[in-house]
């Protein structure tokens, strides 16, 4: 039946659609039109071209088979009151133009310079073969009526079609833009829906528009219709389309998901590499406890193998045994409620290593929540030898620290790969076989300077800055081959040519036939760690004010020195000095300067040595030395009398002109053969002899006087003890005016209850201690206690002045006035006025200032004054005069003799008369007989102590003596 394209002037046939068809029409075209696109994304895709040709060809006939049925099943949709039946030739020869067309449009729209002429001429293309395809359709009706239509509505179908165009047009735009430049199709987006659906309503709006321009006119004819019925083409149209559309949307599918398998696989061999070449141990456990992953670095840090440690509890495998019910309770909480208080935080614990010891470690945890459960992955770090490092810190200075830092973790294994790469501290490097850069992280840009950009593409040269020679690559790239990894520290050069330490890890990466393919590189900047390494063995090694080597390592080189001798067979001296003068300068002055007199001391004395000796500073203003390879033992006299001539030279600090010298004292290895403290020892001692001798000397140790010194310290040892045992006791002698019988006061007299040998006199034990620290201790015991005693006879009704003996060492002490202060203060009860301090004339004058500046502010605390053993040290009338004493003690060698011997009797009647002239009272020791109190009565001596008044006596035999002592009538007036 052809169509008549006349006016209609006859009734025609009505007509109506079949609304289940019309649908299944539209969506054949949509799902076509769907399949078609996804298919030229996929021609975009690949890289061969016989690859482009299949998938364009796919597509075409995809699409244009799917626009073929659309018509046919639009066209069954359309039911009439008459036989209908369609000419299967015409039929199958309407696809071909739709097939060419849909061919050259999926090929115009694939090429990358896509523009407006090409999509206007790929829509009117395939357009006008779709209407083309249209009209030959419809010249394939078989029935008895003739199709007719008006002109309006032809007019009407063209717009259609140039509608349908336009849409074309756009829906490749489309998809040209989502395609374009990708290296993987994604197959189903909402613009590719879009598309589709555009296509898909445009071919179908096309069709059911130029239907509603015919009309069937019946004819009056018993022709009989032939050809295949409108039920049969439906199937055979249906039956094609799931033949073509159902491979056409499955096979991008199964495509697309190959792909992402390839790529999970990918990522997962990334994300291993860079896992076993981290410098930290990763560790997965499930939410049983149970261990599901386990790094190479993980085995480092343990000691675990893979195979050992997967399947086993974490908790039994590497938690202490102390930590395991905390571990428990944490992981139960954490099921239970979701929350855990160590998550994403950076902690130090300790952990059990394979072999059974506990080791330090950092931890980072976090987790992934997954369908049946949690995962939990853990970062660890071994921070053993940075603990040893703090600690080593600590000790040469507590205000130093190690900081380390932080890291992100992630929540999923695909992302945990990238997400190390990225935001990892340590410099990452990835290279190919070849050793060619092909990625760096931003924390590689950040330590060497070095973009992205400039690094991929060339050889690693940042770890090759021409510092290291060419040997010490050669060996680390053997051990890569050999080895597979190569861990180690590089001194490098960043992009501004500032140097930088880094410890490096190279990784060999093997593809599955066991050949390299990439090389991995980890690498941290530890030039600050390497610096406070630096800064450490500095502070532990050398003096922090003159810069010379300190005790230890001086004993390092001195023990070097020792060694050297014996193979050479020479010898070496051990100098022992000691600066005289300097405490002076120290306490007068103020440390400040006292500090910059050393530096300048030092320097001069370092100058002065040779390049081979040693000299450290070990104390305040001790410095010792080793004078080595010596040929012979008179070499070092040379040596010595240029340190004392650089340590006497005037020096200037300030305005201040300032001059000190130094004692030495010498030990001559192997002629002295001791160990290294020994020998240092014996020149300490021989360094004290050269101050007895006059200072500004030096002095050879001796055996003799080895002997005598380990004697004294054991002495001082010995008297020690008895102080922390109080076995030490104070026996007073009693003072009194002989004149009126009056007890005026005792003296306090140290006596040691010895354990063994007794009472024993202080003349046996107390020169011993001269000088010595203990000789301070023992005497602020003995001024103590006889405060405590003057408050012990108060509380009985007795008031009884004590004097203590104070030694010149004890009162040259610069903090002898505070620490009296704080003696009198402990007893508020005693008066100061009833203590007084005696000292001997001689200590008196050895330091004439300083000693009249103490004693005036000690008497400014209330105590008073005595000079002991007056007559003995030969005071001139000046000196006597400005000490502010306030009594005189006659010496008791001259009171024995002075009835007989007449130079002792002129020496006792001139020291009563300096009394009496200074207005200062006096009082006589040794007093042992009636005629000796009455010789010093006759003379003008009232005040007297001695045998002949009374002996010494403990303290509670003093109220007993004060009952029973009668004066002699003699000495009464």
């Given at each position: 039946?052809?169509p008549d394209?006349?006016v209609?002037?006859?009734?025609s046939?009505?007509?109506?659609?079949d609304p289940?068809?019309v649908?299944?029409s539209i969506?054949i075209a949509?799902?076509?039109?769907?399949s078609a696109?996804g298919m030229?994304e996929?021609?975009?895709?690949p890289?061969q071209?016989?690859?482009?040709?299949?998938?364009?060809l796919?597509?075409?006939l995809?699409?244009?088979?799917?626009i073929w049925?659309?018509?046919f099943?639009?066209m069954l949709?359309l039911k009439l009151?008459?036989?209908?039946s369609?000419?299967?030739?015409?039929i199958?020869f309407?696809?071909?133009?739709v097939?060419c067309a849909?061919s050259?449009?999926m090929?115009l729209?694939?090429?990358e310079a896509f523009s407006?002429?090409?999509?206007?001429?790929a829509g009117v293309?395939?357009?006008?073969a779709?209407?083309l395809?249209h009209y030959?359709?419809?010249?394939t009706i078989?029935s008895?009526a003739v199709?007719?239509?008006g002109?309006t509505l032809?007019?009407f179908?063209s717009?259609?079609?140039?509608t349908?165009?336009l849409a074309l047009?756009?829906a490749?735009l489309?998809i040209?833009y989502?395609?374009?430049?990708?290296?993987?199709y994604?197959f189903?987006?909402?613009?590719?829906?879009?598309s589709?659906?555009?296509m898909?309503?445009?071919?179908s709006?096309?069709?059911y528009s130029?239907?509603?321009?015919?009309?069937f006119?019946?004819?009056?004819?018993?022709?009989?219709i032939?050809?295949?019925?409108?039920t049969?083409?439906a199937?055979i149209?249906?039956?094609?389309?799931?033949?073509?559309l159902l491979?056409?949307?499955?096979?991008?599918?199964?495509?697309?998901?190959?792909?992402?398998?390839?790529t999970?696989?990918?990522?997962?061999?990334r994300?291993?590499?860079?896992?076993d070449?981290?410098q930290?141990?990763?560790?997965q456990m499930n939410?049983?406890g149970?261990?599901?992953?386990?790094?190479?670095?993980?085995?480092h840090?343990?000691g675990?193998t893979n195979?050992q440690?997967l399947?086993?509890?974490?908790a039994n495998?590497?938690?202490?045994l102390?930590?395991?019910a905390?571990?428990?309770?944490?992981?139960?909480?954490?099921?239970?409620?979701?929350?855990?208080?160590?998550l994403n935080?950076?902690?130090e614990?300790e952990?059990?290593?394979?072999d059974g010891?506990?080791?330090?470690?950092e931890l980072t945890?976090?987790?992934?929540?997954?369908?049946?459960?949690?995962?939990f992955?853990?970062?660890v770090?071994?921070i053993?030898?940075?603990?040893q490092a703090e600690k080593?810190?600590l000790?040469?200075?507590?205000e130093?620290?190690?900081?380390?830092q932080?890291k992100?973790?992630?929540?999923a294994?695909?992302?945990?790969?990238?997400s190390?790469?990225?935001h990892?501290?340590?410099?990452i490097?990835?290279?190919?076989a070849?050793?060619?850069?092909?990625?760096?992280?931003?924390?590689?840009t950040?330590?060497?300077?070095?973009?992205h950009?400039?690094?991929v593409?060339?050889?690693?040269?940042?770890?090759?800055?021409?510092?290291?020679?060419?040997?010490?690559?050669d060996?680390m790239w053997?051990?890569i081959?050999?080895t597979?990894?190569?861990v180690?520290?590089?001194?490098?050069?960043?992009?501004n040519?500032e140097?930088?330490?880094?410890?490096?890890?190279?990784s060999a990466?093997?593809?599955?036939?066991g050949?390299?393919?990439?090389?991995?590189?980890?690498?941290?900047?530890?030039t600050?760690?390497?610096?406070h390494?630096?800064?450490?063995?500095?502070?532990?090694h050398?003096?922090a004010?003159?810069?010379?080597?300190?005790r230890?390592?001086?004993?390092d080189r001195?023990?070097?020195?020792?060694?050297?001798?014996?193979r050479?067979?020479n010898s070496?001296?051990?100098i022992?000095?000691?600066?005289d003068?300097?405490?002076?300068?120290?306490?007068?002055?103020?440390?400040?300067?006292?500090d910059?007199l050393?530096?300048?001391v030092s320097q001069?004395?370092?100058?002065?040595l040779?390049?081979?000796d040693?000299?450290a500073?070990i104390g305040?203003d001790e410095?010792?030395?080793?004078?080595?390879?010596?040929?012979n033992?008179?070499?070092?006299?040379?040596?010595l009398?240029r340190?004392?001539?650089a340590?006497?030279e005037?020096?200037?600090v300030?305005?201040?002109?300032l001059?000190?010298s130094?004692?030495i004292?010498?030990?001559?290895y192997?002629?002295?053969d001791?160990?290294?403290?020994?020998?240092?020892?014996?020149?300490?001692?021989?360094m004290?002899?050269?101050?007895?001798?006059?200072k500004?000397?030096?002095?050879l140790?001796?055996?003799?006087l080895?002997d005598a010194v380990n004697?004294?310290?054991e002495?001082i040892?010995?008297?020690?003890a008895?102080l922390?045992k109080?076995?030490f006791?104070?026996?007073?002698?009693p003072?009194?005016?002989m004149?009126?019988?009056e007890a005026?006061?005792?003296?306090?007299?140290?006596?040691?209850?010895?354990?063994i040998r007794?009472?024993?006199?202080?003349?046996?034990?107390?020169?011993?201690i001269e000088?010595?620290?203990i000789s301070?201790d023992?005497g602020?015991?003995?001024?103590d206690?006889?405060?405590?005693?003057i408050?012990?006879?108060q509380?009985?009704?007795?008031t009884l002045?004590?004097s203590?003996?104070?030694s010149?060492?004890q009162l040259q002490?610069?903090?002898?006035?505070v620490r009296?202060?704080?003696?009198?203060?402990a007893?508020?009860?005693?008066?100061a006025h009833?203590l007084?301090?005696e000292?001997?004339?001689t200590?008196?004058?050895?330091d004439?200032?300083?000693?009249?500046?103490?004693m005036d502010?000690?008497?400014?605390l209330?105590?008073?004054f005595a000079l002991?053993?007056?007559?003995?040290?030969y005071?001139?009338?000046t000196?006597l005069?400005?000490?502010?004493?306030?009594q005189?003690?006659i010496d008791q060698s001259f009171?024995?003799d002075?009835?007989?011997d007449?130079?002792?009797l002129a020496?006792?009647l001139?020291?009563i008369?300096?009394a009496?002239?200074?207005?200062?009272e006096v009082?006589?020791?040794g007093?042992?007989?009636?005629?000796h109190?009455?010789?010093?009565l006759?003379?003008g001596?009232n005040?007297?102590?001695?045998?002949?008044?009374?002996?010494?006596?403990?303290a509670?035999d003093?109220p007993?003596?004060?009952?029973?002592?009668?004066?002699y009538q003699a000495w009464?007036?």
């Amino acid at each position: 039946m052809n169509p008549d394209y006349s006016v209609i002037t006859v009734e025609s046939l009505t007509t109506a659609y079949d609304p289940i068809l019309v649908v299944l029409s539209i969506l054949i075209a949509i799902l076509s039109s769907f399949s078609a696109f996804g298919m030229v994304e996929r021609n975009i895709a690949p890289r061969q071209s016989n690859q482009k040709i299949i998938w364009n060809l796919f597509a075409a006939l995809v699409m244009a088979t799917g626009i073929w049925a659309m018509s046919f099943i639009g066209m069954l949709a359309l039911k009439l009151p008459i036989p209908v039946s369609y000419h299967v030739p015409t039929i199958i020869f309407s696809v071909l133009p739709v097939m060419c067309a849909c061919s050259i449009v999926m090929w115009l729209i694939t090429m990358e310079a896509f523009s407006y002429f090409r999509r206007l001429v790929a829509g009117v293309l395939l357009g006008s073969a779709i209407g083309l395809m249209h009209y030959i359709n419809i010249a394939t009706i078989k029935s008895n009526a003739v199709m007719v239509h008006g002109t309006t509505l032809v007019y009407f179908a063209s717009f259609i079609a140039l509608t349908l165009a336009l849409a074309l047009a756009m829906a490749a735009l489309q998809i040209q833009y989502q395609a374009i430049n990708q290296s993987q199709y994604k197959f189903i987006t909402k613009k590719h829906i879009f598309s589709a659906v555009i296509m898909g309503l445009a071919v179908s709006g096309m069709h059911y528009s130029a239907m509603t321009a015919f009309h069937f006119i019946p004819q009056t004819t018993n022709e009989v219709i032939d050809g295949i019925a409108p039920t049969t083409l439906a199937l055979i149209v249906t039956v094609v389309i799931l033949v073509l559309l159902l491979p056409a949307i499955i096979i991008p599918y199964l495509l697309r998901y190959q792909q992402l398998i390839n790529t999970v696989h990918e990522d997962a061999g990334r994300l291993h590499a860079m896992m076993d070449t981290s410098q930290d141990a990763l560790i997965q456990m499930n939410a049983k406890g149970d261990i599901i992953g386990w790094s190479s670095q993980a085995q480092h840090v343990f000691g675990w193998t893979n195979k050992q440690a997967l399947g086993q509890e974490l908790a039994n495998l590497i938690i202490p045994l102390q930590f395991r019910a905390a571990h428990e309770k944490g992981l139960e909480h954490f099921i239970a409620t979701g929350e855990g208080p160590i998550l994403n935080k950076i902690i130090e614990v300790e952990a059990l290593h394979q072999d059974g010891h506990n080791l330090p470690i950092e931890l980072t945890i976090s987790f992934i929540k997954l369908a049946d459960g949690f995962e939990f992955n853990a970062l660890v770090r071994d921070i053993s030898q940075r603990k040893q490092a703090e600690k080593a810190l600590l000790v040469a200075n507590e205000e130093m620290a190690f900081q380390n830092q932080e890291k992100d973790k992630h929540t999923a294994q695909l992302t945990l790969a990238a997400s190390v790469f990225t935001h990892a501290l340590e410099g990452i490097v990835i290279a190919d076989a070849a050793n060619i850069v092909i990625d760096v992280n931003n924390a590689f840009t950040n330590i060497t300077g070095y973009s992205h950009e400039e690094a991929v593409g060339q050889a690693p040269r940042f770890f090759q800055a021409n510092i290291h020679p060419p040997e010490f690559y050669d060996a680390m790239w053997q051990i890569i081959n050999t080895t597979g990894q190569w861990v180690g520290e590089v001194l490098s050069r960043r992009k501004n040519g500032e140097k930088y330490v880094a410890g490096i890890t190279i990784s060999a990466v093997k593809d599955t036939v066991g050949k390299v393919s990439h090389y991995v590189a980890l690498f941290s900047d530890i030039t600050q760690q390497r610096d406070h390494q630096s800064q450490l063995e500095k502070m532990a090694h050398y003096d922090a004010l003159t810069k010379l080597p300190n005790r230890a390592l001086f004993a390092d080189r001195l023990n070097q020195a020792m060694r050297q001798c014996q193979r050479h067979h020479n010898s070496l001296a051990v100098i022992f000095m000691d600066l005289d003068g300097f405490k002076y300068i120290n306490d007068t002055y103020g440390h400040a300067v006292g500090d910059d007199l050393l530096i300048v001391v030092s320097q001069r004395m370092s100058d002065v040595l040779r390049e081979m000796d040693t000299l450290a500073r070990i104390g305040g203003d001790e410095f010792v030395a080793v004078l080595s390879d010596l040929v012979n033992t008179e070499d070092y006299k040379m040596s010595l009398k240029r340190l004392l001539l650089a340590a006497s030279e005037p020096i200037t600090v300030g305005d201040l002109l300032l001059k000190v010298s130094v004692s030495i004292g010498v030990a001559i290895y192997p002629q002295d053969d001791a160990d290294a403290d020994i020998l240092i020892r014996h020149a300490d001692q021989a360094m004290y002899m050269a101050k007895k001798a006059g200072k500004n000397c030096y002095h050879l140790f001796d055996s003799a006087l080895d002997d005598a010194v380990n004697l004294k310290h054991e002495n001082i040892s010995n008297i020690r003890a008895a102080l922390n045992k109080h076995e030490f006791v104070l026996y007073y002698q009693p003072k009194v005016n002989m004149s009126t019988g009056e007890a005026v006061g005792v003296e306090a007299l140290i006596r040691w209850q010895h354990p063994i040998r007794g009472l024993v006199p202080p003349l046996d034990f107390l020169p011993l201690i001269e000088n010595h620290t203990i000789s301070l201790d023992i005497g602020e015991w003995v001024i103590d206690t006889a405060l405590s005693q003057i408050s012990q006879w108060q509380s009985i009704g007795i008031t009884l002045p004590i004097s203590v003996n104070i030694s010149a060492y004890q009162l040259q002490q610069t903090d002898f006035v505070v620490r009296l202060d704080t003696l009198l203060t402990a007893h508020p009860d005693v008066s100061a006025h009833l203590l007084e301090l005696e000292v001997l004339e001689t200590s008196a004058l050895s330091d004439i200032n300083y000693i009249i500046a103490t004693m005036d502010a000690c008497i400014g605390l209330g105590v008073q004054f005595a000079l002991d053993d007056f007559g003995t040290g030969y005071s001139s009338l000046t000196y006597l005069r400005r000490l502010p004493a306030s009594q005189i003690k006659i010496d008791q060698s001259f009171i024995q003799d002075m009835l007989t011997d007449t130079d002792d009797l002129a020496i006792v009647l001139g020291v009563i008369g300096l009394a009496k002239a200074f207005q200062i009272e006096v009082i006589a020791e040794g007093v042992e007989t009636i005629e000796h109190g009455t010789a010093l009565l006759e003379l003008g001596c009232n005040k007297a102590q001695g045998y002949g008044i009374a002996r010494p006596m403990p303290a509670n035999d003093i109220p007993i003596w004060l009952g029973s002592w009668r004066p002699y009538q003699a000495w009464l007036p």
